[in-house]
Structure formats: C-alpha cells, structure tokens
C-alpha cells in the first residue's frame, strides 16, 4: 500500500521560510515523478512543483518559481519542499503527490501571516 506522509508545515510571518518534506513507502520511489501541490482556503488545488526521477530537473508554478525549490533522496525515499520569501498568498494545505499512481498525502498547512 502506498503512502505518503508530509512534515514540516506550520505558521511563518511573511518573508519567512519553512521546508517541506514527504516520506513515501510501499512505492518505488525512484521510478516516480514527484510532485507538490496545494489548496488555498475555499480554492482549487493548484500544482506548485515538480522534480524527475532521479532529481535533475524541477518544474515550477510561475507564481512560486525562483522562491521554492524541489528536491529528492532516492536513498531515503524522500522529497522536500523549501519555501522561501513566503508570502500570504502562498498560504494553503500542500499535498505531497506521485502522480503516475495518483496517489496522494494527507496535506500538511502552511500559514503565513502579513
């Protein structure tokens, strides 16, 4: 059974920065594209990040490239998220997401506050 587990949200004044990370098991990890996505409160969820197998290449939202950055640890069967420069739009539940199984995490929240 797949799962995926996000850490490492919380509550950050504006500028600020946290790092995302999720753990995934009962998956072979490094056959998969890993991505992140988010919801805004009473909005769509949205795609934020992506990273290829093996972690050398990352694809952004234009609304969070050059301040977010995509990583992966094949060897821990992890991926993170780190957030920089936070602002209060970035605030939402982000989701961590293997999209070739559809498989998704719980959420964890970010709030960011002005």
């Known amino acids: 059974q797949v799962r995926l587990v996000e850490s490492g949200g919380g509550l950050v004044q504006s500028g600020g920065s946290l790092r995302l990370s999720c753990s995934a098991s009962g998956v072979k990890f490094s056959d998969n594209i890993m991505d992140w996505y988010r919801q805004p409160p009473d909005k769509e969820r949205e795609f934020v990040a992506a990273i290829t197998r093996t972690g050398q290449n990352g694809n952004y939202a234009p609304s969070v490239r050059g301040r977010f950055t995509i990583s992966r640890d094949n060897a821990k069967n992890q991926v993170y998220l780190q957030m920089n420069d936070l602002k209060p739009d970035d605030t939402a539940l982000y989701f961590c997401?293997?999209?070739?199984?559809?498989?998704w995490g719980q959420g964890v929240q970010v709030t960011v506050s002005s």
């Open positions: 997401v293997a999209p070739s199984i559809n498989s």
